[in-house]
């Protein structure tokens, strides 16, 4: 989902939102990480296990991002100023198709903040 919105003339908001459960639908023969104690890991030497109904891989279920900017003019020196934020967070995932734990990145997120200055350009007759 994305939305945004100009609820003043100089301000932009936006934002938007994902979920995803993405799920291994089959995978019979699916690698074991290196010290899998799991009932469903065959062990060595096969090293195999069924991943059907596992996370998928490098997919994080929710992410969103909240933003905004607001541009100033500012006619003393002829710019636009654009102080401007943006929020980001995803959900926790896993790197490995084995489900390996050592390879599971936390949830984060990040905030950024902007500034931009553009050039007016004065016509005058």
Do not use: H
């Not at 990480?33 to 296990?49: D, E, K, L, R, V």
């Not at 596992?54 to 100033?72: A, M």
């Amino acid at each position: 989902m994305d939305t945004a919105a100009k609820p003043f003339p100089n301000l932009t908001l936006n934002a938007s939102f994902a979920y995803t459960d993405a799920t291994i639908v089959s995978f019979p023969n699916g690698p074991c990480y290196w010290n899998n104690q799991s009932p469903g890991c065959s062990g060595a030497p096969a090293n195999i296990a069924d991943l059907a109904g596992k996370p998928l891989n490098n997919v994080p279920k929710v992410k969103y991002n909240l933003g905004g900017e607001y541009d100033q003019p500012c006619r003393a020196c002829r710019s636009v100023l654009s102080p401007g934020f943006a929020y980001t967070w995803q959900s926790a995932v896993n790197f490995s198709l084995s489900q390996d734990p050592i390879t599971v990145q936390r949830a984060y997120g990040i905030a950024n903040f902007t500034l931009g200055i553009n050039d007016i350009t004065i016509i005058t007759s």
